[in-house]
């Protein structure tokens, strides 16, 4: 697969974040759509890392649907069989959605909500619902993007995500790119946090190649993912910057090797990463329909890994790895007030709740695990003198933070002041 992808409606390039580096295939027999490899399901390490079976006894993600903005979704995998809800797409965006030229969007909508039919990826929301909307972009899987009658007819990235934000969905993904900003777009982004949604996008791939800016996911309202592997470290070629609000799983991800969904390859990059966080929202948010996307973001933002102050989050790994479980299997969690944005400090909006909204925010549930463990890729923050080394704690027991209790651990990184 390749990495790189041009949004040719808004005229700027982009970046695809779900590179395939060094991409290996998954499966060895070629298979139709309806009969995906029986042996894929062992290869999502990430669900036993974060506790899936715990969780789904709690949440599956039902009653939430989940926008995918990508390169469409085909809904006739054996995974996502009533899975994406087609009827759902708003007439204005619904253009050919569920021709998914690349794979690409197919796949995300698998690690989301695929239900794992047919020894198909099995998501980690299989409960939510997905609403496909397809956009134009080159690169993905070595696709060349949109042609002729369907390029004019694909929506600029602004409209998709306005046409999501006025959908049912209550979360957007968008695992996508790029360096060049666009005016539309982040207003678009604002509009939908408006409307209540919450917007996840991909960081970037670009960690180790110049590590330039990222859109959309260096929007404000918009919550920036990087990718770590199953040891817990920072993958090399994430981005990272003051952006990063979180990180999730993001290498040797199994995904659709290209548009013909004859097997999957192993994959990486933070375009999964993004998928597994609004997958994360998703359980959270169907465990408590009631909440707004500001009570759900703040209780993944209190229970996220990490071993520094939440105040100063960390270049690399945001607020800390994803944790669904801890909120979901905390009963007594407080999601604070419902109209105050848990990230105002960077959206630049007002942190003070409303007279009827006063409520103290839960504090950082805490979770057993090893408080030693070998060092990883590190790099060093020059400004605070902060490491950010990330440690290695699967399946240990001691003291520190850790993604569903006996996953990944991550040693102090902080935000550049």
């Not at 949440?59 to 979704?73: F, H, L, M, P």
């Not at 999501?164 to 996508?176: P, R, T, V, Y």
């Not at 199994?254 to 990059?269: A, I, L, R, T």
Request: overall charge neutral.
């Amino acid at each position: 697969m390749k990495t790189a992808l041009l949004s040719r409606r808004n005229a700027r390039r982009l970046s695809a974040v779900c590179s395939a580096l060094g991409a290996l295939v998954v499966t060895s027999a070629a298979l139709a759509p309806g009969a995906a490899a029986v042996d894929v399901q062992s290869k999502e390490w990430y669900l036993d890392a974060m506790h899936a079976q715990e969780i789904w006894k709690i949440s599956s993600g039902k009653g939430v649907k989940v926008a995918v903005i990508d390169s469409g979704v085909n809904p006739e995998t054996s995974s996502l069989k009533g899975q994406v809800l087609v009827d759902d797409v708003p007439k204005s965006v619904a253009y050919h959605v569920t021709h998914d030229y690349a794979g690409h969007g197919t796949s995300m909508a698998e690690v989301i909500a695929g239900t794992g039919a047919g020894g198909g990826i099995k998501g980690l929301a299989p409960g939510a619902k997905i609403i496909p909307i397809r956009i134009d972009l080159e690169g993905l899987n070595g696709a060349d993007g949109l042609t002729g009658e369907e390029e004019r007819n694909a929506p600029s990235d602004a409209a998709a995500i306005r046409a999501a934000a006025d959908s049912d969905a209550k979360i957007i993904n968008m695992s996508f790119g790029g360096p060049y900003p666009d005016d539309e777009t982040k207003a678009a982004i604002k509009y939908a946090a408006s409307k209540g949604k919450l917007v996840f996008a991909a960081i970037g791939n670009s960690g180790d190649k110049g590590n330039g800016q990222e859109y959309p996911a260096n929007y404000p309202y918009t919550i920036g993912v990087s990718a770590i592997d199953k040891s817990g470290t920072v993958a090399k070629f994430s981005t990272h910057g003051d952006y990063v609000d979180f990180a999730a799983p993001g290498l040797h991800i199994p995904s659709w090797c290209d548009s013909k969904f004859n097997e999957y390859c192993d994959s990486q990059g933070t375009s999964p990463a993004s998928a597994i966080a609004s997958a994360s929202a998703a359980l959270v948010w169907s465990a408590h329909p009631d909440w707004t996307g500001n009570q759900v973001l703040r209780t993944l933002i209190d229970t996220a890994g990490r071993s520094w102050p939440k105040d100063k989050p960390s270049t690399y790994l945001g607020y800390g790895g994803l944790r669904p479980r801890l909120v979901l299997t905390n009963k007594d969690i407080n999601p604070g007030p419902a109209d105050v944005d848990p990230l105002a400090a960077e959206n630049g909006t007002s942190a003070t709740p409303t007279e009827s909204a006063k409520t103290p925010s839960t504090k950082p549930t805490k979770d057993a695990g090893s408080s030693t463990g070998p060092a990883s890729a590190a790099a060093k923050d020059s400004s605070s003198g902060g490491s950010t080394q990330t440690w290695v704690i699967i399946g240990a027991a001691a003291a520190v933070l850790v993604i569903g209790g006996a996953g990944f651990a991550v040693l102090r990184a902080r935000r550049n002041a």
